[in-house]
C-alpha cells in the first residue's frame, strides 16, 4: 500500500513538475514574441525615420497634423511613395580632433559660414560638431541649428567628405562643458592655409578648438576648387531647411502662383538697419533720434557717429520705400504683378509705405497670405522667418534686393545655381544721383525711366565674372553672390524685365 501511495505522489509530483515546465516555457514563449515584436516595431520606426522626411519629424515632435492644411492640399493615398534614399559611402581618415563653432550674425551670414566651416573641416581631416546658431546678437533668436535645418540630412549628405557629431564625445564633453576648450576667432578672409598652418596645430595640440566668430572667415578667391565645390554642395544641397519650413514655404508660393507671377522685394528697411547703417533719409528728427539712440545702444556696432546724406550719395544705404518705388516704376514693372515683401517691419509704417502701395496695389507679405495659427510656430524666431522669405525668394520670377546684405547676396547666387533666375542688382550710387535729378526737375520721367532702365540691362543675373580686388576683400565679389566655380555655362541672352 505504500509502494502505491509512493507511486502516487511521485507520479503526481512528476505531473506538478510537467504542468510547471509547461508553464515556464508559455511564459518563455511570451517574452519572446514581445521581444521580437519590440524589435520589429522599433526597427520600423528607425525605418520611417530614416526615409520620412517629411513625415517622419512631424510625428516625432508633435508638429500639427496634416488636418492643419489647406482644404485643397493633396490627399495622402494619392502621393508617389518616397523614394528611397541612398547614403553616400563614409569617407574613412583618420581623425585629427574636433572643431566646434559659433555663428554669428543673421540668418543667411550664418549660413555662408556654415558652409565655410564644413570645408574647412574636410581640408584639416577633423571632425565638425554641429554649428552653434547665434542667440545674442540683436535678434536674439532662441533657435537651434534643428530648428531651422534638417540636421540629420546635414550630417548623412556629407559623410563621404566629413565627419559630423552633433555633440562631442562623452569624454570630451565633459571637458568643454568645464570650459576646457581653446577658444579663439580666427582671421577674416583667410586663406584654407592658414587654417592647416595656424588652427590645425591647435586642434592637434587641444584636441578641441572653439571658433567663436564665423562671418567671412575664408577668402573669396585663391582657394582648391575642391574647396569652392564642396561649399557650393553644403549650400545648395546638404543646408535643407525642416520638412515644416519647407512645407509652409512651398505653400506660400502655391498661394502667390495661384495669381499669376510674382517678383520678391528685399525691402531692407527695418529699424535695426537704419540704425546700423546711419540712413535716416525721408525720417523725421524724432525718427532721427530714435535711430541714433539704438545705434549706440549695442557696442558691437563700432560707427557711431555718420553722415547719412554723404553715406547715401555714395550708394552706402538701402533704398527708401519711396525711393524703390520710383525705380521699380522707371523699369516699367507691371503695376499689376504681385509684389512679396520679404522683410521684417518696415520703419516707418504705412506713411512709408503710402507711395509703393499706391503704384503697386498687390502688395503682400507672408503675415498677409498666411494665417495667425500657420505662423504661431515661428513668431519670435526671426532666423525661421527669415527662412520663409528665402524659399519664396528662391522660386520668385524677379528677385529685387534694396540693398547688397547677406540674403540678397546669398538669395543671388543661389538663384544663379538655379539657372541664372533674373535677380535684378541695383546701383544704388547711381541711382539716388538719378532719383534726385528726377525731384529737382533736372530729368523729365522719360530721361530718368531711360537711364535707369539702361543702367540695368546688365544687372539682371546672367552669367559673369567674380571681380576679384585681392588686398580689399570686402570690396570685391562675394563668393556666395557669384559662385562661379559651381554653376553651368549658359549661352548669355539679352534680358527683359517681366
Not at 502516487?8 to 521580437?36: E, F, H, Q
Not at 588686398?471 to 557669384?482: G, H, L, M
Amino acid at each position: 500500500m505504500k509502494g502505491k501511495i509512493g507511486i502516487g505522489i511521485r507520479a503526481m509530483g512528476w505531473k506538478t513538475n510537467a504542468r510547471s515546465s509547461s508553464s515556464s516555457s508559455s511564459k518563455m514563449k511570451v517574452w519572446i514574441i514581445r521581444g521580437t515584436t519590440m524589435v520589429l516595431l522599433w526597427t520600423c520606426l528607425v525605418q520611417l525615420t530614416a526615409l520620412g522626411d517629411t513625415w517622419g519629424p512631424r510625428v516625432l515632435k508633435g508638429w500639427p497634423s496634416s488636418s492643419t492644411q489647406d482644404s485643397h492640399s493633396l490627399d495622402v493615398k494619392f502621393l508617389p511613395a518616397a523614394p528611397v534614399r541612398v547614403l553616400p559611402h563614409k569617407r574613412v581618415y583618420q581623425n585629427n580632433g574636433y572643431l566646434m563653432v559659433s555663428c554669428n550674425g543673421g540668418l543667411n551670414q550664418m549660413r555662408s559660414a556654415i558652409c565655410d566651416m564644413v570645408a574647412i573641416a574636410r581640408f584639416l581631416n577633423v571632425t565638425l560638431i554641429v554649428p552653434e546658431l547665434d542667440k545674442t546678437s540683436f535678434w536674439a533668436d532662441p533657435s537651434e541649428f534643428e530648428d531651422i535645418f534638417d540636421v540629420n540630412h546635414f550630417i548623412t549628405s556629407l559623410r563621404d567628405e566629413v565627419r559630423i557629431l552633433k555633440q562631442l564625445p562623452p569624454r570630451l564633453k565633459k571637458r568643454a562643458d568645464l570650459g576646457i576648450v581653446h577658444t579663439m576667432p580666427p582671421i577674416s578672409w583667410s586663406d584654407i592655409s592658414y587654417y592647416h598652418n595656424q588652427i590645425l596645430p591647435l586642434i592637434k595640440k587641444y584636441k578641441i578648438v572653439h571658433l567663436n566668430r564665423t562671418d567671412a572667415r575664408l577668402a573669396n578667391n585663391g582657394q582648391p576648387l575642391e574647396l569652392q565645390k564642396l561649399r557650393c554642395r553644403v549650400n545648395f544641397d546638404a543646408l535643407r531647411f525642416t520638412p515644416q519650413i519647407e512645407s509652409l514655404g512651398r505653400r506660400i508660393v502655391q498661394r502667390l502662383r495661384q495669381n499669376g507671377p510674382f517678383l520678391v522685394l528685399h525691402l531692407r528697411y527695418e529699424m535695426d538697419m537704419l540704425a546700423f547703417s546711419g540712413c535716416t533719409q525721408g525720417c523725421n528728427l524724432d525718427e532721427v533720434e530714435e535711430l541714433t539712440r539704438m545705434r549706440y545702444a549695442y557696442p558691437w556696432w563700432k560707427e557711431k557717429i555718420i553722415n547719412s546724406e554723404l553715406k547715401r550719395k555714395d550708394g552706402l544705404c538701402p533704398l527708401t520705400p519711396e525711393e524703390t518705388t520710383l525705380t521699380l516704376r522707371a523699369l516699367d514693372i507691371d503695376r499689376d504683378i504681385q509684389i512679396y515683401i520679404a522683410a521684417g517691419e518696415i520703419y516707418g509704417g504705412q506713411r512709408r509705405m503710402a507711395d509703393l502701395a499706391a503704384a503697386f496695389p498687390k502688395l503682400v507679405r507672408k503675415e498677409t497670405l498666411l494665417g495667425a495659427d500657420d505662423l504661431q510656430f515661428f513668431q519670435n524666431h526671426s532666423s525661421q522667418m527669415a527662412a520663409l522669405d528665402y524659399l519664396v525668394s528662391l522660386e520668385s520670377d524677379i528677385f529685387v534686393p534694396t540693398y547688397d546684405g547677406n540674403m540678397a547676396k546669398v538669395v543671388e547666387g543661389h538663384r544663379r545655381y538655379l539657372g541664372f533666375k533674373k535677380t535684378i542688382t541695383l546701383d544704388r550710387k547711381l541711382l539716388v544721383e538719378l532719383i534726385d535729378k528726377y525731384t529737382s526737375g533736372s530729368l523729365s520721367w522719360d530721361e530718368f525711366s531711360n537711364a535707369v532702365k539702361d543702367a540695368h540691362s546688365a544687372r539682371m543675373g546672367s552669367p559673369k565674372k567674380r571681380v576679384v580686388i585681392s588686398d580689399r576683400p570686402k570690396e570685391e565679389d562675394y563668393f556666395y553672390a557669384n559662385p562661379e566655380e559651381c554653376l553651368q555655362p549658359l549661352e548669355t541672352k539679352p534680358v527683359s524685365i517681366l
